[in-house]
């Protein structure tokens, strides 16, 4: 079935660094989802994006919707404390249905 | 708003006991669903409703049954737990229509561990 695959799995960086972590599939997404999920709780939408070349900020995120529908890209930039957690993304199975399938999950770690 | 709610937050079952978990949602959204996540590994749909009345398989639905209650309420069973279900359970909403429908709000979660 689809796949998405997240890069890098997981990352360690110093509080301050930028962070860019990808998605990608070997099929075409026509939406692409980020999510953040803090220990122990459940994910939380941060950008939807809905249009090839799209680039969308939310505070010091900032994710893109790859050119070629295939990828996405998710930027953090000045990393504090509060961004660590794991990272997916996720798109529609089908477009037009509400499934969606989700990446495995970028791990980020940050170092004070 | 409470948002997405889940009960309970623990779990513990031995092999072959039944339990509910339960999920309801105060946005008025039509669709509702229920993932597991395993370590390592994304979240796998097992079941799914696009609204009040209606249920679906997703990608995992083996060993699990649905109920949708009312547009609120959305319960996931495990009839004869197995050592294979111990997992984090999520539950989520959308809306169900345009654009909005892939944006899905998440519960707190349900760690279940079954010996």
């Known amino acids: 079935g689809q796949q998405l695959n997240q890069s890098p799995q997981s990352m360690f960086i110093q509080e301050g660094e930028d962070v860019s972590m990808n998605c990608t599939s070997s099929?075409?997404?026509?939406?692409w989802l980020w999510y953040k999920q803090d220990p122990g709780e459940g994910p939380v939408l941060l950008i939807a994006?809905?249009?090839?070349?799209e680039l969308t900020s939310n505070g010091r995120l900032t994710a893109q919707f790859g050119i070629t529908r295939k990828d996405s890209f998710l930027n953090i930039s000045a990393s504090i404390p509060s961004d660590v957690g794991i990272y997916f993304c996720?798109?529609?199975?089908?477009?037009?249905?509400?499934?969606?399938?989700f990446g495995q999950g970028t791990r980020l770690t940050i170092n004070p | 708003n409470a948002g997405v709610t889940q009960t309970p937050k623990f779990q513990v079952l031995k092999t072959g006991q039944s339990m509910t978990l339960q999920c309801a949602q105060d946005?008025?959204?039509?669709?509702m669903y229920w993932y597991r996540q395993d370590p390592g590994m994304g979240l796998r749909l097992i079941y799914y409703?696009?609204?009040?009345?209606?249920?679906d398989k997703g990608e995992v639905p083996n060993g699990y049954n649905v109920s949708r209650l009312n547009k609120r309420e959305f319960s996931l069973r495990l009839e004869s737990a197995a050592p294979s279900q111990t997992s984090v359970y999520f539950c989520?909403?959308?809306?169900?229509?345009?654009?909005?429908?892939?944006?899905?709000?998440f519960g707190p979660g349900t760690r279940l561990t079954v010996t």
């Open positions: 989520a909403s959308s809306e169900a229509y345009r654009q909005a429908s892939y944006e899905q709000y």
């Open positions: 409703s696009a609204s009040e009345g209606t249920t």
């Open positions: 996720a798109g529609p199975l089908i477009q037009g249905a509400q499934k969606l399938v």
């Open positions: 994006l809905y249009k090839a070349g």
């Open positions: 946005m008025n959204h039509n669709s």
């Open positions: 099929s075409i997404f026509n939406t």
